[in-house]
């Protein structure tokens, strides 16, 4: 494929399901042939009182993202600061975007930003080349595989391109639940499926119902730096590296 495409995947973290907050956005661009170009990585107050479940899972304490927020300013939380995402994909016009679960990724996002887009939703378009065995009782042959099942798969069947190779070696081992990680994970999955079988890949316009969060009163906690934020702060530090951005690389490192 010619290196001069521009393709681009995307993943939130939440504060919940249903009308909750995103708390993280992340979006990479990169090209056909696997370099990264650019990458979005913000991090968002929920509007609502934090859900102690979802925080569980992705880590994402308020105090921990005040930290996160440290890089650069921008408005608290993500339905101010949205035209921002939609600024970077419109900055580098990427053909498709890729999500893994599409349809609950998009329902965080104002329609006004999934508009005039095209998707492509890896864990449905992958539940064929995967086989992963379903519940007969749910009516399926195959389970939507989750996001490192898929990646597993993929780089199981498929083989990288260069360009791929150097910047996982680069990156290191996922970080679960982080959301500029999952959307590396996904960057690998992609850039091998359309280097190999392109034709597995359709985008198209989507869309999904789009129920904003209900704002509460909370106090917010102080800025938090610890082990968790210095970690992901050095994965997105080599991430800068490897877009040749060296200015952004230091600021990260400062930080973590």
């Known amino acids: 494929m010619a290196s001069d495409r521009r393709f681009a995947v995307f993943d939130l973290e939440t504060n919940g399901f249903r009308a909750a907050s995103a708390v993280s956005a992340s979006s990479i661009v990169f090209t056909g042939d696997g370099r990264i170009l650019d990458f979005f990585n913000r991090f968002y107050y929920p509007e609502e009182r934090p859900d102690p479940r979802t925080e569980s899972v992705h880590g994402l304490t308020p105090g921990r993202i005040g930290h996160f927020r440290r890089e650069e300013e921008y408005g608290p939380h993500f339905l101010e600061d949205w035209p921002s995402l939609a600024a970077f994909w419109?900055?580098?016009?990427?053909?498709?975007?890729?999500?893994?679960?599409?349809?609950?990724?998009?329902?965080?996002?104002?329609?006004?930003?999934?508009?005039?887009?095209?998707?492509?939703?890896?864990?449905?378009?992958?539940?064929?080349?995967?086989?992963?065995?379903?519940?007969?009782?749910?009516?399926?042959?195959?389970?939507?595989?989750?996001?490192?099942?898929?990646?597993?798969?993929?780089?199981?069947?498929?083989a990288p391109t260069g360009a791929t190779a150097e910047t996982e070696e680069l990156l290191g081992p996922p970080l679960a639940h982080f959301g500029l990680s999952d959307c590396f994970e996904l960057y690998g999955i992609f850039s091998r499926v359309w280097n190999a079988i392109p034709g597995q890949v359709r985008f198209r316009a989507a869309s999904a119902p789009f129920l904003p969060p209900r704002r509460q009163p909370y106090l917010l906690p102080s800025p938090l730096r610890d082990r968790f934020t210095a970690e992901r702060l050095a994965y997105a530090a080599r991430l800068a590296a490897a877009s040749g951005s060296r200015e952004r690389e230091e600021r990260l490192l400062g930080l973590a």
Do not use: Q, Y
């Open 90 to 158: 419109d900055g580098w016009n990427p053909e498709g975007i890729v999500v893994h679960n599409l349809s609950f990724d998009i329902s965080f996002l104002p329609p006004e930003a999934v508009r005039g887009r095209k998707w492509w939703c890896s864990m449905r378009g992958l539940t064929e080349f995967c086989r992963i065995p379903g519940s007969p009782e749910r009516g399926g042959r195959w389970k939507w595989p989750k996001l490192g099942e898929a990646s597993a798969r993929v780089k199981e069947d498929l």
